[in-house]
């Protein structure tokens, strides 16, 4: 049975930090693209941050580089999101996802947009609540 697990989430105040975690089991992690999503209220889910798997490129949405890093793990079959420099805009339940070996989404640029309907496997969210 695959599984992904978040942790990690709750509140901050703007300009704080938090970091994500994700366990992965029930699949060949280092086969799969790694990645976080995110859905605000009303809101469709959007692409934050992938980990293609192979090339370990990594893919961050425009409005969080410099801000969040993902980094993952294959020895723990884990992923991570660190945020720093929270903004309420970052307000969201975030998911951690993945896809066979390649990052669900379209390259304009150097601007990477997630296909939320390209991932194969989803944990079930876990909540951030950033306040001003």
């Known amino acids: 049975e695959v599984q992904l697990v978040e942790s990690g989430g709750g509140s901050v105040q703007a300009g704080g930090s938090l970091k994500l975690s994700c366990e992965a089991s029930?699949?060949?992690?280092?086969?799969?693209?790694v990645g976080w999503f995110r859905q605000a209220p009303e809101r469709a889910r959007e692409g934050v941050s992938c980990i293609s798997s192979g090339d370990g490129i990594t893919y961050y949405e425009d409005s969080v580089k410099g801000r969040f890093t993902t980094s993952k793990d294959g020895a723990k079959n884990a992923m991570y999101l660190q945020m720093s420099n929270l903004k309420p805009e970052d307000t969201a339940v975030y998911f951690c996802?993945?896809?066979?070996?390649?990052?669900?989404?379209?390259?304009?640029?150097?601007?990477?947009?997630?296909?939320?309907?390209?991932?194969?496997?989803w944990g079930k969210g876990i909540l951030v609540t950033v306040s001003s």
């Open positions: 996802a993945a896809a066979r070996r390649y990052c669900a989404g379209t390259l304009a640029g150097s601007s990477w947009y997630g296909d939320a309907g390209g991932m194969d496997y």
């Open positions: 029930g699949f060949t992690f280092d086969d799969y693209a």
